[in-house]
T-cell receptor, first 112, second 108 residues
Framework: EAQVTQNPRYLITVTGKKLTVTCSQN?????MSWYRQDPGLGLRQIYY???????DKGDVPEGYKVSRKEKRNFPLILESPSPNQTSLYFC???????????FGAGSRLTVL | GQSLEQPSEVTAVEGAIVQINCTYQ??????LSWYQQHDGGAPTFLSY????GLEETGRFSSFLSRSDSYGYLLLQELQMKDSASYFC?????????FGAGTRLTVKP
């Protein structure tokens, strides 16, 4: 089944403890991206990647890092999480450009 | 700045037609897309407009006017399962910007 898989789906952590949210797609998509969703704000793009080793900042990249070492994987790294990063995170991919996005199921992160 | 405006809530009855508008102001524009999100779920793609005009996909249609920086999503023959949030999104050279979402409630 064609899909975008995120892990973990739920995570509670503490301020400053580094964490990684993994994202993997099995559709051979070139474009991958990360979003955070907060009530009343819609989805805000954190980082995106057009292909392997190519990443760009989105609207809200502060406090996050990404890497694209393989086409299928696009992990989101929070080096030192803070409570304002408590949010619902979505990974998405698209064949080439960001016109038709397939989203993962979401990862709900709470930073205490 | 960059912004997308869409109504926060819309209510309609089963079988009716509803239009959700989206106006945008962005530094660049490559296309407008629409996504549906049910409570607790992930956004799913509905429609994309890269050029002016109407795109039809079953009960859903989407329209774009680039000169007016405006688009809309039209949902026909509303069903209870259409109750969800709908987001418009602008592709600004792959830097995606989403609206805050329109919550559609379909009543019997």
């Amino acid at each position: 089944e064609a899909q975008v898989t995120q892990n973990p789906r739920y995570l509670i952590t503490v301020t400053g403890k580094k964490l990684t949210v993994t994202c993997s797609q099995n559709m051979n998509h070139e474009y991958m991206s990360w979003y955070r969703q907060d009530p009343g704000l819609g989805l805000r793009q954190i980082y995106y990647s057009m292909n392997v080793e190519v990443t760009d900042k989105g609207d809200v990249p502060e406090g996050y890092k990404v890497s694209r070492k393989e086409k299928r994987n696009f992990p989101l790294i929070l080096e030192s999480p803070s409570p304002n990063q408590t949010s619902l995170y979505f990974c998405a991919s698209s064949r080439q450009e960001a016109n038709v996005l397939t989203f993962g199921a979401g990862s709900r992160l709470t930073v205490l | 700045g960059q912004s997308l405006e869409q109504p926060s809530e819309v209510t309609a009855v089963e079988g009716a037609i509803v239009q959700i508008n989206c106006t945008y102001q962005t530094s660049g524009f490559y296309g407008l897309s629409w996504y549906q999100q049910h409570d607790g779920g992930a956004p799913t793609f509905l429609s994309y407009n890269g050029l002016d005009g109407l795109e039809e996909t079953g009960r859903f249609s989407s329209f774009l006017s680039r000169s007016d920086s405006y688009g809309y999503l039209l949902l026909q023959e509303l069903q209870m399962k259409d109750s969800a949030s709908y987001f418009c999104a602008v592709n600004n050279n792959n830097d995606m910007r989403f609206g805050a979402g329109t919550r559609l409630t379909v009543k019997p």
